[in-house]
């Protein structure tokens, strides 16, 4: 049985959010969550690169918007050449009031001081969407929590609601390679169902720790170490 840990809580919100879902060319189409990679990609901005993340690093994940909707972008595409062709303008769906609590379960006090002082700024999703983040010690305890938000590797409980995501949990950093999983998650947050877990927090949401997103997974031969 999981033991109760404490825990970094980090709480993450933004006015507008966008996740490209790579699964489609020529639309701008978002995921309803940020992929793990993604959440990673935020962290290492705060330790200020992935040289100085921990390559086992592991975090539980939760996230929730309040609405959605669209607006154009300027698109610069890339001839047959590989040359930039004229700027077009293009629709990009993006979620708006945008919530992400993403729990750690080691070296509190180190990512509590990155996250107070992070080394570049912390974005979540298009490079233009800055965050507000603001940390919390909590206490985990063992057994099964309410799904609600939470981002659920796939298999953690076949009771799981939602939809079943492919999502990119780690990008090589030349990004020519990448590891895709499956998670739950229910766009709603109001899953009551009882999943299990690696813990619960203290209003009794399900924590699940995703696999680790470190780049550094990726070997020369491009195969997963």
């Known amino acids: ?30 995921l309803p969550c940020p992929p793990p990679a993604t959440v990673g990609g935020m962290l290492a901005a705060a330790a200020g690169g992935w040289d100085a993340v921990d ?19 300027t698109y610069h595409p890339l001839d047959a050449t590989g040359k930039k062709a004229d700027p077009t303008p293009r629709e ?65 409980d076949s009771q799981a609601v939602g939809t079943l995501l492919r999502l990119p949990t780690a990008i090589s950093l030349d990004r020519g390679r990448t590891r895709w999983d499956g998670y739950h998650f229910d766009a709603s947050g109001r899953g009551e169902v009882l999943v299990a877990s690696d813990w ?3 209003d009794g949401q399900a924590v699940a720790l995703v696999p680790p997103m470190h780049p550094g997974q990726f070997s020369a031969l491009g195969t997963l170490s």
């Open 55 to 73: 390559p086992a690093l592991r975090f539980g994940m939760a996230f929730h918007a309040r609405g959605m909707g669209a607006d154009l972008e």
């Open 92 to 156: 990009r769906a993006f979620l708006t009031d945008a919530t992400l609590t993403v729990w750690l379960v080691a070296d509190l006090d180190l990512w509590e001081r990155r996250l107070r002082r992070p080394v570049w700024p912390l974005r979540l999703g298009r490079s233009q969407d800055l965050v507000a983040v603001v940390t919390q010690r909590v206490i985990l305890h063992s057994g099964p929590g309410r799904q609600g938000p939470a981002i659920l590797p796939e298999g953690t």
């Open 1 to 30: 049985m999981t033991m109760p840990v404490e825990a970094l809580r980090v709480t993450v919100t933004a006015p507008i959010v966008s996740f490209r879902n790579p699964l489609y060319a020529g639309v701008q189409l978002t």
């Open 200 to 202: 619960a927090d203290e």
